[in-house]
């Protein structure tokens, strides 16, 4: 069986990822979630927070060979902890995620999307953004269970901005990794028609596909526990 680190995206927290966590267990599985500094009850000041804090707290989680997901923004924080530190990072799987290109940001990324459907929700607050509540059931959890969206409405924290806006240079540490894909179709906080070019450059049979919104830990938490379990069947060791 595997291990598995859950890394939230943006506002998110560990608090995110419970019915997965329960669904890859009872799948016979080893998994945890972190909150990334700043976020979820972690108490590190927003405004101080880098993606380096965050690679370091991934890279402090491990202490035997783990795949991490990272979810959404989560792609940058995983790629940044295999490049500081891959000795436990047995595999990266990105959950209709921002899949670094060398020398960007993920707000670079965001911005050269085919589409901006985040942008009418985004909410500036100084050194972090947030998200406006009254729009977060469409672009995040229209198609969750219900309660999901006071669930998640009542956890949701500021997210800092300069994490988001600080370039990710890749080397080999990162690319030796073996890395997959999940597109979710009916996404619409990131483009699905874009999660297919951030997968490109994959080899065959590492872009799977969950007919889920942007939040399938809540849509379709046993389906996607299901699929990490068939990814992590294909990694080595």
Request: hydrophobic content about 40%; glycine content about 8%; some cysteine.
């Given at each position: 069986m595997?291990?598995?680190?859950?890394?939230?995206?943006?506002?998110?927290?560990?608090?995110?990822?419970?019915?997965?966590?329960?669904?890859?267990?009872?799948?016979?599985?080893?998994?945890?979630?972190?909150?990334?500094?700043?976020?979820?009850?972690?108490?590190?000041?927003?405004?101080?927070?880098?993606?380096?804090?965050?690679?370091?707290?991934?890279?402090?989680?491990?202490?035997a060979?783990?795949?991490?997901?990272?979810?959404?923004?989560?792609?940058?924080?995983?790629?940044?902890?295999?490049?500081?530190?891959?000795?436990h990072?047995?595999?990266?799987?990105?959950?209709?995620?921002?899949?670094p290109?060398?020398?960007?940001?993920?707000a670079?990324?965001?911005?050269?999307?085919?589409?901006?459907?985040l942008?009418?929700?985004?909410?500036?607050e100084?050194a972090?953004?947030t998200?406006?509540?009254?729009l977060?059931?469409?672009?995040?959890?229209?198609?969750?269970p219900?309660?999901t969206?006071?669930?998640a409405?009542?956890?949701?924290?500021p997210?800092?901005?300069?994490?988001?806006?600080?370039?990710?240079?890749?080397?080999?540490?990162?690319?030796?990794?073996?890395?997959?894909?999940?597109?979710?179709t009916?996404?619409?906080?990131?483009?699905?028609?874009?999660?297919?070019?951030?997968?490109?450059?994959?080899?065959?049979g590492?872009?799977?596909?969950?007919?889920?919104?942007h939040?399938?830990?809540?849509?379709?938490?046993?389906?996607?526990?299901?699929?990490?379990?068939?990814?992590?069947?294909?990694?080595?060791?």
């Amino acid at each position: 069986m595997a291990r598995f680190l859950l890394v939230h995206g943006s506002c998110h927290g560990a608090w995110c990822w419970r019915d997965v966590i329960a669904a890859l267990q009872a799948l016979g599985h080893e998994a945890a979630a972190i909150d990334l500094p700043g976020h979820g009850a972690d108490p590190t000041p927003r405004e101080t927070v880098t993606l380096d804090d965050y690679a370091r707290a991934i890279t402090g989680s491990l202490s035997a060979p783990t795949i991490l997901v990272g979810h959404s923004m989560g792609g940058y924080p995983i790629t940044a902890a295999a490049e500081r530190d891959a000795r436990h990072v047995a595999g990266l799987v990105y959950l209709c995620a921002y899949r670094p290109v060398s020398g960007l940001s993920l707000a670079d990324m965001r911005r050269a999307g085919p589409r901006q459907p985040l942008r009418a929700a985004i909410r500036v607050e100084g050194a972090c953004f947030t998200f406006d509540p009254a729009l977060a059931e469409d672009r995040f959890y229209h198609d969750c269970p219900p309660g999901t969206l006071d669930y998640a409405l009542a956890h949701l924290t500021p997210q800092p901005i300069l994490p988001q806006e600080t370039p990710l240079t890749l080397t080999p540490r990162s690319a030796a990794v073996p890395q997959h894909y999940i597109r979710c179709t009916e996404d619409r906080a990131i483009p699905p028609e874009y999660q297919l070019t951030m997968a490109q450059g994959l080899p065959d049979g590492h872009l799977h596909h969950l007919p889920s919104s942007h939040s399938p830990f809540f849509a379709m938490p046993g389906a996607l526990a299901a699929l990490l379990g068939r990814i992590a069947a294909t990694l080595p060791g």
